[in-house]
Structures are given as structure tokens and as C-alpha cells.
């Protein structure tokens, strides 16, 4: 039996009272679980399952195969705030499906799991803040963290160019201020870091 967090990213019903889950972990990476009895109402193992939320959880890590039983739930923190806005949802959910897609079983992500924290930590924010990260830079805070723990991204072409990244990374890890630059270099970023994607056959 082991122990590890998951971001909830995708959820569906299985068999008669199951839910399948699927999600970011930082030691296991995507990391996929079957709930048995979760969807009834009574359930008192599993009241938590529920998408854009950080669950602590067990399971037998000694079977074949990518997918495991959860023997425990319970929730660490819940992003249900990203909901109360559509566009903030709707980011989430491309966000959740970049990394289901990319990231690999058994293989941790702890960069990559802290800087989802931070994202979606960003994405509850409601209104107009002082600091706040645009959705624009939400992307390309994610995908450099991905890129960046999976050795992907090239060697910056200057010192600049190079703390400018350790920066952003750092930046997304810690949930701490974004480095500053031209509001436009945003944009150009994102599109340099999609044609990485591209390069690497990785799904955006």
C-alpha cells in the first residue's frame, strides 16, 4: 500500500457505483483510479472524488497494469472555485487534458504537480487583483514546467534568455510573481513553446 496526492483532472462513471479517476501526481505521474462504491451518496470513503481537487490517497501499488483501486480518499484541498468562472473552467480542462495526454504513468512530475497547485490556485481567483495571471500566461507557465522537468526545453540562446526561464519555473513552482518582460512576449512564448510541443509529438 502507498500514499501519494492527486489532482483530480478527469472523472466517469464506472460499472454500477464506481468512478474512474484520473489525474497528476507528483511521485507516480498520471496516476489512474478505480472508486469502487463512490458514486453513492452514503459513501464514506470517498466523499471528495470530484474533478480540479487534491486528494491523499492509498492503493496497492503491487498490481500489473496502469490502473489501481483506491483504498482511501480524502481531500487535501478543493479548486472548486475555478467553476465560478466559464473561461477559468474551460482552462482548467485544457490544462488537465495537455497533461493526461503527456504525461506518463509511473513517472513523477513533482515540478510540474506544484506548478498545477499554483496554476489552478490562480485560475480560483475571482475579479480584478493586483499580480494575477492572465490565462494566456496560466499556459505558458504549464507547459514550461512539463517541458523543463522532462529535460525538453533547448539551452537559451543567452544568460538573459536563461534566467528569465529559472525564473518562470521558479515562478510556477512557488506560486510567487511571475518575471517581468513586454506584455506581447507572453504570446510569442506560448506560440515558441507549442512549436516545441509540436517538435517533441507531445499534444497541446
Known amino acids: 500500500m502507498v500514499s501519494t496526492q492527486i ?3 478527469s472523472k466517469q462513471p464506472y460499472r454500477e457505483s464506481a468512478l474512474l479517476l484520473a489525474g497528476l501526481s507528483p511521485d507516480f505521474g498520471k496516476l489512474s483510479l478505480v472508486a469502487h462504491g463512490a458514486q453513492k451518496l ?7 472524488a470530484d474533478l480540479f481537487r487534491e ?3 492509498e492503493f496497492d501499488n503491487t498490481i500489473a497494469g496502469d490502473l489501481f483501486t483506491a483504498k482511501q480518499m480524502e481531500l487535501s484541498f478543493a479548486f472548486d472555485n475555478i ?9 482548467a480542462g485544457r490544462i488537465g487534458s495537455f497533461l493526461l495526454k503527456n504525461a506518463a504513468p509511473g513517472v513523477p512530475l513533482p515540478y510540474t504537480y506544484d506548478t498545477l497547485k499554483s496554476v489552478f490556485t490562480q485560475l480560483c481567483i ?3 487583483v493586483d499580480g494575477k495571471w492572465t490565462l494566456e500566461q496560466c499556459s505558458v507557465v504549464i507547459k514550461t514546467a512539463y517541458l523543463y522537468e522532462n529535460g525538453l526545453l533547448p539551452e537559451a540562446r543567452n544568460a538573459e534568455q ?11 513552482i512557488e506560486n510567487t510573481p511571475l518575471p517581468e518582460c513586454r506584455p506581447d512576449y507572453w504570446k510569442s512564448l506560448n506560440n515558441w513553446l507549442n512549436s516545441l510541443l509540436d517538435y517533441h509529438g507531445l499534444a497541446r
Open 126 to 128: 475571482t475579479g480584478e
Open 162 to 172: 536563461n534566467d528569465f526561464l529559472e525564473n518562470l519555473v521558479a515562478a510556477g
Open 55 to 57: 486528494l491523499d490517497v
Open 7 to 9: 489532482i483530480v483532472l
Open 42 to 48: 452514503s459513501a464514506k470513503n470517498f466523499p471528495a
Open 83 to 91: 467553476a465560478a468562472v466559464p473561461l477559468h473552467f474551460k482552462m
